[in-house]
C-alpha cells in the first residue's frame, strides 16, 4: 500500500488517514508488506505518521498521499499533497 518515489530527496507515501481530531494534523497509517528474513514470508509493517493537513479538509478513512517536509512541530514532518480516495462514512 505504500508507494515510494523521491522526488528532489522527499519521500511520498500513500495511507489512510485514522485520526483528524487535532487541528491542522492527521495521523495517517502506512502499510507495507517486508519479506522475513528468515522464515521468507511477507508480514505487515504498519507505521503511523502524523501529518499537516492546512485546510482541514481531510476526514477518517480518506486515502491520502503525504510526502516529507521539514519539522513543522515537535513530532510532525510529513504534508499531506493530495487526497486520493474521500471516504462517504462519517465517523
Known amino acids: 500500500m505504500s508507494d515510494e ?3 528532489g530527496g522527499r519521500r511520498q507515501v500513500r495511507g489512510r488517514v485514522i485520526s483528524n ?4 494534523t492527521v495521523v495517517v497509517q502506512v ?3 517486508v519479506k522475513h528474513a528468515r ?6 509493517q504498519v507505521r ?19 510526502e516529507e517536509s521539514r519539522p513543522l512541530s515537535r513530532t510532525k514532518r510529513w504534508r499531506v499533497i ?3 480516495v474521500t471516504s462517504t ?3
Open 5 to 7: 518515489n523521491t522526488n
Open 21 to 24: 481530531k487535532m487541528e491542522k
Open 31 to 33: 502499510e507495507r508488506t
Open 39 to 44: 522464515y521468507h514470508k511477507y508480514i505487515k
Open 48 to 66: 503511523s505518521f502524523k501529518a499537516h493537513d492546512e485546510d482541514n479538509s481531510c476526514k477518517v478513512n480518506d486515502l491520502v498521499v503525504i
Open 82 to 84: 493530495e487526497r486520493v
Open 89 to 91: 462514512v462519517e465517523a
